[in-house]
C-alpha cells in the first residue's frame, strides 16, 4: 500500500517543488512592495495628462508579458512532462512503461499546439495595435503644431467605456479626432496604391471602406462632448464631422 501511494506521489514531487518555489517568491515580491509603499503616497496631488496613444501603449506592454509568459511555458513544458516519469522510475525503482512515454508525447504535442496558437494569436495582436499606436503618436505630433497658434490639444481622452484619440480646442471650435492607420502595400503603384479620398461622410481606401461603424463612433464621440458640463465646450461645437 505505501509503495503504491508512494509511486503516485511521487512523480508530482518535482512540480509541486516549481510550483512552491514560484509562490514564495511572489510571496516576497508582494511583501516588498507593500513596505515601500507602507505609510506613503504619490507626491502628485493629480493624474499627468496622457500622450498620444496612451491606451494603446498599456494594452501593447500587457501583451507582451503575456507573449513572454507563453514563451516560458514552451520552454518549461517538456521539462515538467519529462519530470513525471522520470521521478516515478526513480521512486519507484521501475523502468518507465512505453505507455507512459507515449502518453507524455501526446500531452506534449497537444500543450504545444495549444501554447503556440497562443503565442502567434498574441503576436499579431501586438502587432495590430502597435501600428494603430504608431498612427496615434504620429498625428499626435502634428496636432501637437497647433499649440504654436493657441490650440490646445489633448491625447487619449478617457470617456464612458471608450476614449478619443485627440481633442482639440481652439476659437473656432472643439475638434474630436479619430486615427486610423492602414498598413501600405509594398508592391504596387506607390503612392496611388496609398491614397484615402474622403467622400463627405466615408474614408475609402484603396485595400476596404471605412464608412458607417466609423461614423457611428464618431457621432458617439461628438455626443460626448456635446454633452460636456464645460459650458464653452457646448458653445464652440458645431457638427460631429468637424
Wanted: hydrophobic residues 45%; charged residues 20%; glycine residues 10%.
Amino acid at each position: 500500500m505505501e509503495g503504491l501511494i508512494g509511486s503516485f506521489i511521487s512523480p508530482w514531487v518535482p512540480i509541486v517543488m516549481m510550483m512552491l518555489n514560484f509562490g514564495i517568491i511572489f510571496l516576497l515580491l508582494q511583501r516588498a512592495e507593500g513596505k515601500l509603499q507602507n505609510g506613503k503616497r504619490s507626491p502628485f496631488p493629480q493624474e499627468f495628462l496622457r500622450g498620444p496613444g496612451h491606451s494603446l501603449y498599456v494594452k501593447i506592454e500587457d501583451l507582451r508579458l503575456d507573449f513572454m509568459g507563453w514563451l516560458m511555458g514552451a520552454i518549461l513544458m517538456p521539462a515538467m512532462l519529462l519530470l513525471v516519469p522520470l521521478s516515478q522510475a526513480y521512486f519507484s525503482g521501475k523502468t518507465v512503461s512505453p505507455t507512459m512515454w507515449v502518453l507524455m508525447a501526446l500531452v506534449w504535442m497537444g500543450g504545444t499546439i495549444w501554447i503556440a496558437r497562443k503565442a502567434v494569436d498574441t503576436f499579431k495582436t501586438i502587432r495590430q495595435l502597435r501600428l494603430g499606436y504608431e498612427g496615434e503618436v504620429g498625428v499626435g505630433q502634428e496636432l501637437n503644431q497647433l499649440m504654436l497658434s493657441g490650440y490646445r490639444v489633448y491625447h487619449d481622452f478617457p470617456a464612458q467605456q471608450f476614449n478619443i484619440d485627440h481633442i482639440v480646442i481652439g476659437q473656432t471650435g472643439v475638434f474630436a479626432v479619430e486615427t486610423k492607420a492602414r498598413s501600405k502595400s509594398v508592391t504596387g503603384r506607390g503612392k496611388r496604391d496609398a491614397t484615402v479620398v474622403c467622400n463627405g461622410s466615408e474614408l475609402v481606401f484603396r485595400t476596404g471602406l471605412i464608412g458607417t461603424r466609423s461614423n457611428r463612433r464618431r457621432a458617439n464621440r461628438f455626443g460626448y462632448l456635446n454633452g460636456s458640463p464645460v459650458p464653452w465646450a457646448r458653445r464652440c461645437l458645431s457638427s460631429p464631422h468637424s
